[in-house]
């Protein structure tokens, strides 16, 4: 395991072509290593990858590259162990790295770089190993919608934040909420490993929208069966709060449950 000293070196050797897949994967086995055993060191690395100089430039060409071979058919063994090691320096969820940095998370999300995860992400790719990838890609795609998620549940948490959303004036916005959240049950329901923590901001969003009439009228049309069929008993199961908010949620909609389908917002 390299040095925590050492570390901005390597970070610079990631400037050299020559060296640069051999620092990746240097990096990316030190932020492994250490993740249970120095998350502090861990957030350093990723404050030190995103602020040093043209290091999110050169991950963005690994990816770039990685894309292009994708393209053209010419993926190898090397090629995806190489962008493995691009993801782990930008992967979120169980990894802190850039995207779980608190310092560095929105300016991840501002520059926009997850977008060019999505070719990734939709590729089936031919070598067994390419579904690896894909889970990597998905955390990192995953800590942007848990981020938008936390926020959302605070908007709805703040009086002001329920009425405005809640208004006649903004049917649009909640229509669209809702739909974006029918969209991502429908994902989680078919890979429920994919982010129980997702599962329980929606499931937290619903309650709280519930509280207000036209809240509540929105998630009576636009719920979906996947969270009253117990296709979710899994994570329930392993994951006592969200059992807890299921239940919460199907005594809250109690007998308004046969409106699900003929309901209209």
Same mark, same amino acid.
């Given at each position: 395991m390299?040095?925590?000293?050492? %570390?901005?070196?390597v970070?610079?050797?990631?400037?050299?072509?020559?060296?640069?897949?051999?620092a990746?994967?240097?990096?990316?086995?030190?932020?492994?290593?250490?993740? +249970? +055993?120095?998350?502090?060191?861990?957030?350093?690395?990723? =404050?030190?990858?995103?602020?040093?100089?043209?290091?999110?430039?050169? @991950?963005?060409?690994? %990816?770039?590259?990685?894309?292009?071979?994708?393209?053209?058919?010419? &993926?190898k063994?090397r090629?995806?162990?190489? %962008?493995?090691?691009? &993801?782990t320096?930008?992967?979120a969820?169980?990894?802190?790295?850039i995207?779980?940095?608190?310092?560095?998370? +929105?300016?991840?999300?501002? /520059?926009?770089?997850?977008i060019?995860?999505l070719p #990734?992400?939709?590729?089936?790719?031919?070598?067994e190993?390419?579904?690896?990838?894909?889970?990597?890609?998905?955390?990192?795609i995953?800590i942007?919608?848990?981020?938008?998620?936390?926020?959302?549940?605070?908007?709805?948490?703040? +009086?002001?934040?329920m /009425?405005?959303?809640?208004?006649?004036?903004?049917?649009?916005?909640?229509?669209?909420?809702?739909?974006?959240?029918?969209?991502?049950?429908?994902?989680?329901?078919?890979?429920?490993?994919?982010?129980?923590?997702? #599962?329980?901001?929606?499931?937290?969003?619903?309650?709280?929208?519930? #509280?207000?009439?036209?809240?509540?009228?929105? #998630?009576?049309s636009?719920?979906?069966?996947?969270? @009253?069929?117990?296709?979710?008993?899994?994570?329930?199961?392993?994951?006592?709060?969200?059992?807890?908010?299921?239940?919460?949620?199907?005594?809250?909609?109690?007998?308004?449950?046969?409106? @699900?389908?003929? =309901?209209?917002?």
């Amino acid at each position: 395991m390299i040095r925590p000293m050492a %570390i901005p070196r390597v970070i610079l050797e990631l400037q050299d072509e020559s060296s640069r897949e051999t620092a990746l994967r240097c990096l990316s086995r030190f932020l492994i290593e250490i993740r +249970e +055993e120095n998350p502090r060191m861990y957030n350093d690395a990723g =404050h030190m990858l995103y602020y040093s100089f043209g290091t999110m430039s050169i @991950l963005l060409q690994e %990816i770039l590259a990685f894309l292009r071979k994708m393209v053209e058919g010419s &993926l190898k063994y090397r090629s995806i162990k190489r %962008i493995a090691n691009v &993801l782990t320096l930008i992967q979120a969820n169980r990894l802190f790295s850039i995207a779980a940095n608190s310092a560095t998370r +929105e300016k991840l999300i501002d /520059s926009q770089v997850p977008i060019f995860l999505l070719p #990734v992400i939709k590729f089936k790719g031919p070598l067994e190993d390419f579904d690896n990838i894909c889970a990597v890609a998905l955390s990192v795609i995953g800590i942007m919608c848990q981020i938008g998620m936390h926020i959302l549940e605070a908007i709805l948490r703040n +009086e002001y934040g329920m /009425s405005y959303i809640c208004s006649p004036m903004c049917d649009d916005l909640l229509t669209g909420l809702m739909k974006a959240w029918r969209e991502m049950i429908t994902i989680l329901a078919k890979s429920q490993d994919y982010s129980p923590r997702l #599962v329980f901001h929606v499931l937290r969003c619903y309650m709280l929208l519930c #509280v207000h009439d036209r809240g509540f009228s929105a #998630v009576l049309s636009y719920l979906l069966d996947p969270m @009253l069929d117990g296709t979710f008993i899994e994570s329930a199961e392993k994951f006592p709060i969200i059992g807890r908010l299921l239940d919460e949620l199907l005594m809250t909609i109690g007998g308004n449950v046969q409106q @699900l389908q003929t =309901h209209a917002f």
